[in-house]
């Protein structure tokens, strides 16, 4: 059974730095590209970006909103990707979900940016 | 970039079938692949069509999807409405180096 289970989130001040952390189970991670997108309290979804499998150059994409500030990297040895958010702004709150593109979802970490 | 537009709302009684369209502003809706995925009060959501048109297992046949390149948009059909329908859908494509996602439409079993 696949699973994506998403961590790290909490309380973080406006400035602050805050690593997420997705860890999948019940596939082979390495094969899989892997992504993140955020909800903000009652809005609808938004990308944040997603890294390419190694077999595809591991690289990355990311939203204009987040480009420059968030960082998304990934370990296969231990099936976790990572989402690093620098300078967060208090637009960044919201629930961020891993997803495996475009199947399976995590079930979320809340993010609150706020002095 | 390209936008996706969906509906704010739509209604429809149990039994019924109801139609939701994403709508995509520029760019071919053939040229890549949309998603819908269904997001239930309070959960997170999930993928209900795939790949235009592709099920994931578990997904009841209910749910079908499908793309019109002379309205350019791509559709969600649910027919045999439940009231465990009722959750609000969003539609989602990309490009080369972004993907998209469609205001969400919400939907009501009533």
């Known amino acids: 059974e696949v699973q994506l289970v998403e961590s790290g989130g909490g309380l973080v001040q406006p400035g602050r730095s805050l690593r997420l952390s997705c860890t999948a189970s019940g596939f082979t991670f390495g094969d899989y590209a892997m992504s993140w997108v955020r909800q903000a309290p009652g809005k609808g979804l938004e990308w944040v970006g997603f890294i390419r499998s190694k077999a595809y150059g591991g690289t990355t994409e990311y939203a204009a909103s987040v480009k420059g500030r968030f960082t998304i990297s990934r370990d296969d040895s231990k099936s976790i990707a990572y989402l690093q958010m620098n300078s967060l702004k208090t637009e960044d709150t919201a629930v961020y979900y891993c997803?495996?593109?475009?199947?399976?979802w995590g079930q979320g970490t809340l993010v609150t940016v706020s002095s | 970039n390209f936008m996706l537009t969906q509906p704010h709302s739509v209604s429809e009684s149990p039994g019924k079938t109801v139609t939701i369209s994403c709508t995509r502003s520029s760019g071919s809706i053939a040229s890549n692949y949309v998603q819908w995925y269904q997001q239930r009060p309070g959960s997170a959501p999930t993928t209900v069509i795939y790949?235009?048109?592709?099920?994931p297992s578990g997904v009841p046949d209910r749910f079908s999807g499908s793309i019109d390149s002379s309205s350019n948009s791509a559709s969600l059909t649910i027919s045999g409405l439940k009231t465990e329908d009722e959750a609000d859908y969003y539609c989602?494509?990309?490009?080369?180096?972004?993907?998209?996602f469609g205001g969400g439409t919400k939907l009501t079993v009533l």
């Open positions: 989602q494509s990309y490009d080369s180096s972004n993907w998209v």
């Open positions: 997803t495996r593109p475009f199947d399976y």
């Open positions: 790949e235009d048109n592709q099920r």
